[in-house]
């Protein structure tokens, strides 16, 4: 990268954020976000997500995205620094991801086609447990899934709700996708599992009716779902840009040591 391209700043609602965004745009030539090249992000990790999902439903090409943390956590994000933005985007390292697709088609028939670069969950609605039939590459490798849900999580989303699920953290670049249960009954022994980033997965509600679920990709949620399919959408990448001493990978790695 270089500090000299036309940059837009998005930054969260939060008080802090708004402070931050406000000395960028006193200190820095800004463009809008329709003419930019890269985009300056102020925020948490929550806010990180909501900006990557814009860049996913924007016309043409993701646009990259450099993250500042002005958030909790800020595991996407680079720490916020007023100073040598130029500098840091110039020396920044660039991560590149590729977000699941969820198609999920309703109880009456709809359809909807969302992507989800932490994870698609399917979770039930109401007290009683959900019933699902896992296929893998057309092949139903669980007739009956009785638990509270199932995720299917990106190497990225990982260690987010995917880990409080007992789920494995994956390693950046590994080309997987974790398959977890959430609170499974039966099969009891079945902890998940660790598939290529090629495999497709089709998840059919049973009992739709009776015991309703809902299907969840990263924030954005279908109500009364009968079947949802999973699968990598190569036709989109995004590209998040890091300071060279974030380590983002490492990051990653030493989140399984963390008691």
Not at 49 to 56: F, S
Not at 154 to 172: C, E, K, W
Request: charged fraction near 25%; include cysteine.
């Amino acid at each position: 990268m270089t500090g000299i391209e036309r940059r837009a700043l998005v930054a969260s609602p939060t008080p802090q954020a708004q402070a931050a965004a406000a000395e960028l745009r006193k200190k820095y030539n800004w463009v809008p976000e329709a003419d930019a090249e890269l985009i300056i992000a102020l925020g948490g990790d929550g806010f990180m997500l909501q900006t990557l999902h814009a860049q996913l439903d924007r016309q043409g090409d993701p646009l990259p995205v450099f993250g500042m943390n002005l958030g909790t956590v800020g595991f996407l994000m680079n720490e916020w620094r007023l100073d040598d933005l130029d500098d840091r985007i110039e020396r920044s390292k660039p991560f590149r991801s590729t977000p699941l697709q969820m198609i999920a088609q309703t109880i009456t028939g709809q359809t909807h086609a969302i992507p989800a670069i932490n994870e698609v969950s399917l979770l039930r609605e109401t007290r009683e447990t959900a019933k699902l039939e896992v296929t893998l590459n057309d092949r139903i490798v669980i007739p009956e899934l009785v638990c509270d849900g199932i995720l299917a999580a990106t190497p990225a989303g990982s260690t987010a709700y995917n880990f409080s699920a007992q789920g494995p953290i994956l390693p950046l670049g590994s080309a997987l996708i974790a398959l977890t249960p959430i609170s499974a009954f039966r099969p009891r022994r079945w902890r998940g599992a660790i598939l290529p980033d090629k495999a497709r997965i089709s998840i059919r509600v049973l009992e739709a009716q009776k015991r309703p679920v809902s299907a969840v990709a990263d924030h954005r949620e279908v109500r009364d779902v009968a079947r949802v399919d999973i699968a990598i959408d190569r036709s989109r990448e995004l590209t998040l840009l890091f300071d060279p001493e974030h380590a983002l990978d490492d990051r990653i790695t030493m989140e399984q040591f963390i008691a």
